[in-house]
């Protein structure tokens, strides 16, 4: 079976490289850009979109093979507002300054599509974890110190808990790694119950 993870993250290789299975990666161009505000639903959409993009260009490619293909999309939300990935280090001051001082989610929807040669179809399994992040209050700053640092320029919310904003999260409730970018805890029994 060839397994592949639909996206370009190196956290998300390196989390699921935890798994101790074979893999490759195809990114996948489909549009991001959907009118959805509930953070789970646009996360859970995205991560089939990837998911599906993906299978299906695979199946085209070459019918006669088994593919397991592994989408994910990561989103903070404050309250109603769901942030993405900052688009300039304003942007990024922005996100942080306001998360900075209070709690938030991080939602991570994943999404596995199973083909399978003998019967020619796709199974789909997706899901979405939640993980509360609580940061202690920062100053202007520290904020513009961290934006300096350039990490925060491809991550959700303006941040990664691994690198040097950790010293600023004063406690998380739920799955550490679904805030890094891949629940493999819980995508692990999703894959045991697939792989049979």
Known sequence: MKIVLASQSPRRKELLGRLGIDFEIITSDV?????????????EELSFRK?????????????????????ADTVVAVEEEVMGKPATRDEAFAMIQNIQG????????????????????IMRSSFVEGTQVTVF????EEIWEYVDTGDCM??????????????????????YNNV?????GRLNQVLKGLIK
């Open 31 to 43: 549009d991001e850009n959907i009118d959805e505000t509930d953070a789970e639903t646009l996360v």
């Open 51 to 71: 998911a599906m993009d993906i299978t299906e260009r695979l199946v085209s490619e070459n019918p006669e093979q088994d593919y397991l293909v592994i989408g």
């Open 102 to 121: 209070s709690s938030h989610f991080v939602f991570t929807g994943v999404t596995v599509m199973l083909f399978r040669k003998e019967t020619q179809r």
């Open 137 to 140: 209050p920062m100053s202007e």
């Open 154 to 175: 491809d991550k959700a919310g303006a941040y990664g808990i691994q690198g040097e904003f950790g010293k600023y999260v004063e406690m998380i409730y739920g799955d």
């Open 180 to 184: 890094v970018g891949l629940p493999i």
